[in-house]
T-cell receptor, first 113, second 114 residues
């Protein structure tokens, strides 16, 4: 079974600085999809960024980018120019071709003004 | 478009009871997935429904069941509640449930089992 590991339960970053959240996963599949979701306090979970495993190029969405290393089964999220609104729980997720989702346990990000 | 809605938002039950949670997807979305979120386990996939059929199922006991109606609204039922079923239950909808579809999450139903 696939597993997703987020080894940092909590992280903090100074406003305007850069922070990287780690995620590793275990799979024997060659094709799959990876996601980072953000869950602000008492608010709905939203998609931050997505990466298809067959794409070598790292995905980027404005201030959010990933470092996808398929061989190492690593999928980290980099947040540049951190803003107060980035404070949230961040979940890394793995999606199989068959549409099964596996989530990590989350990283709580605090942004310090 | 209205977002994904879930009712009720909060629920308190006692052990042994059963509960039904409801999820209304975004208009036009045909795939609805359910997740259980707990502090220790994170999010765990329960099942996915597409066009009234269960298409995928996670590793949960048979006490957890669901269904989807012709208007894509979905319900999740948990029978014989246990203390460990206390969790935030999230549903998410997407157009077709394809791997590149974006899932939109609802606010969740907070279930407390006493």
């Amino acid at each position: 079974a696939q597993t997703v590991t987020q080894s940092q339960p909590e992280m903090s970053v100074q406003e305007a600085e850069t922070v990287t959240l780690s995620c590793t996963y275990d799979t024997s599949e060659s094709d799959y999809y990876l996601f980072w979701y953000k869950q602000p306090p008492s608010r709905q979970m939203i998609l931050v960024i997505r990466q298809e495993a067959y794409k070598q190029q790292n995905a980027t969405e404005n201030r959010f980018s990933v470092n996808f290393q398929k061989a190492a089964k690593s999928f980290s999220l980099k947040i540049s120019d951190s803003q107060l609104g980035d404070a949230a729980m961040y979940f890394c997720a793995y999606r199989t071709i068959g549409n099964q989702f596996y989530f990590g346990t989350g990283t709580s990000l605090t942004v310090i003004p | 478009k209205a977002g994904v809605t879930q009712t009720p938002r909060y629920l308190i039950k006692t052990r042994g009871q059963q509960v039904t949670l409801s999820c209304s997807p975004i208009s036009g979305h045909r795939s609805v997935s359910w997740y259980q979120q707990t502090p220790g386990q994170g999010l765990q996939f329960l099942f996915e429904y597409f066009s009234e059929t269960q298409r995928n199922k996670g590793n949960f006991p048979g006490r957890f069941s669901g269904r989807q109606f012709s208007n894509s609204r979905s319900e999740m039922n948990v029978s014989t509640l246990e203390l460990g079923d206390s969790a935030l239950y999230l549903c998410a909808s997407s157009s077709n449930g394809g791997p590149t579809d974006t899932q939109y999450f609802g606010p969740g139903t907070r279930l407390t089992v006493l």
